[in-house]
């Protein structure tokens, strides 16, 4: 066995004749303990809301979205949708066409984007489990479907033939407008159903068929302003968007679910960042515990360092000795303490003993990631807070 291992093992297995280096030690390995724990519980909880924040999203965008480098729409061939379903890895595809339109409901306006949509829409996105009341629309109707907050702001329910929904596109083409009101194509539509996923985008979208949406915008039948993707689970992503490429002839742009939800993703990762780095900082001034009971043992040990220097040990394994005793110190306490932060998480998942509301219970979820990060976090500033006390081994504190 190797001598310095033999005796920080030693060391660390038994306890010091001065009474209060045993107590500085105790209180060194619970900080570590408590540190690591405390690291992984709040790394799992931060993992959990991340989770939670962006299942809101999931329910309503696709794993990829195709749009047009070259203007707010594009044409498709039926040559290019047989390319697109040959494609390993796509499950299915939806055509959309998305534009801001003004919505009117009894004296009431909202701006806000008319999102058309064909039969696929559905088997894209989990959209039907949404519904707060009613139900989706059917094709080649003048149904919609509205969103909880823009139902709000409109006071409106589900098949109130009293009051019309109202919706106004711009015409397009170019020059002066001389008569206000053949300046928009516009039409009755009527909600049927009504979605609810989050405070955000229950007033982003109202959804209606394909078709209406290209009457209202005088588009063509194969003009539309994008492609809604869903993936098998294990696909090739990037090989998906080569072959996309190859049949737009590169005048497309595709984006992932992250990429959709760039500032959402980049908030959420720049919070769990913050919180390690905090924690890091806790688990830093804890470690300085460390630093001061591995010089307290090295003044105790101080005979015994003397006798194995004078028996011909080197000075820079008698450092070993204390640089070993640390990082085993750090070893063992992180594992101790991802076990509790473990235990924690496991029983908060199964049991949720700690609830945000009533119904909702504090979202966490265990990942092996995040075991390592803590274990590596740990056992690094251990051995670093382990080299600075074993520095202080000299041929002079020896003399």
Do not use: C
Not at 158 to 169: G, I, Y
């Amino acid at each position: 066995m190797n001598f310095p291992l033999y005796i920080a093992k030693r060391y660390i297995l038994s306890n010091s004749k001065n009474n209060a280096i045993n107590i500085i030690n105790r209180i060194a390995s619970m900080g570590i303990i408590v540190g690591a724990m405390a690291l992984f519980v709040v790394l799992s909880v931060f993992s959990g809301l991340k989770v939670f924040s962006l299942s809101f999203t999931n329910d309503i965008d696709p794993d990829l979205k195709i749009s047009s480098t070259l203007g707010k729409s594009f044409f498709i061939s039926p040559e290019q949708e047989a390319e697109i379903k040959k494609i390993e890895g796509v499950v299915s595809y939806s055509k959309i066409i998305e534009e801001r339109v003004l919505f009117v409901f009894d004296d009431k306006q909202v701006v806000t984007y008319l999102k058309g949509v064909d039969t696929n829409f559905s088997k894209v996105n989990d959209i039907k489990k949404t519904l707060y009341n009613g139900q989706w629309i059917e094709p080649d109707t003048y149904q919609v479907v509205v969103g909880y907050g823009i139902a709000q702001k409109f006071s409106m329910g589900l098949l109130d033939f009293n009051k019309q929904l109202e919706v106004l596109v711009p015409k397009p083409g170019r020059g002066a407008i001389t008569n206000p009101a053949q300046a928009f194509n516009k039409t009755d539509v009527f909600p049927i159903g009504i979605y609810a996923i989050s405070e955000d985008l229950d007033s982003k979208y109202v959804f209606a068929d394909l078709g209406l949406a290209q009457e209202l915008l005088e588009y063509k039948t194969n003009q539309i302003s994008g492609i809604e993707i869903k993936e098998k689970k294990d696909a090739d992503e990037d090989a998906i968007i080569e072959k996309l490429q190859t049949i737009f002839n590169n005048k497309i742009t595709v984006k992932n679910r992250a990429q959709l939800n760039e500032a959402l993703y980049k908030m959420l990762n720049t919070e769990n960042i913050a919180v390690y780095l905090i924690f890091t900082l806790v688990i830093v001034v804890a470690l300085f515990n460390l630093i001061g009971a591995l010089i307290m043992m090295i003044l105790d040990k101080k005979g015994n360092l003397k006798t194995l220097f004078n028996l011909g040990t080197e000075i820079k394994d008698l450092r070993k000795i204390f640089l070993l005793q640390g990082t085993l110190l750090s070893l063992f306490g992180g594992i101790i303490g991802l076990l509790l932060g473990i235990a924690i998480v496991l029983l908060q998942q199964h049991f949720q003993l700690v609830m945000i509301t009533p119904t909702l219970a504090y979202p966490v979820v265990f990942t092996l990631e995040n075991v390592l990060i803590v274990m590596g976090t740990i056992v690094t500033l251990g051995f670093i807070a382990s080299l600075i006390a074993s520095s202080r081994v000299s041929k002079k504190l020896l003399d």
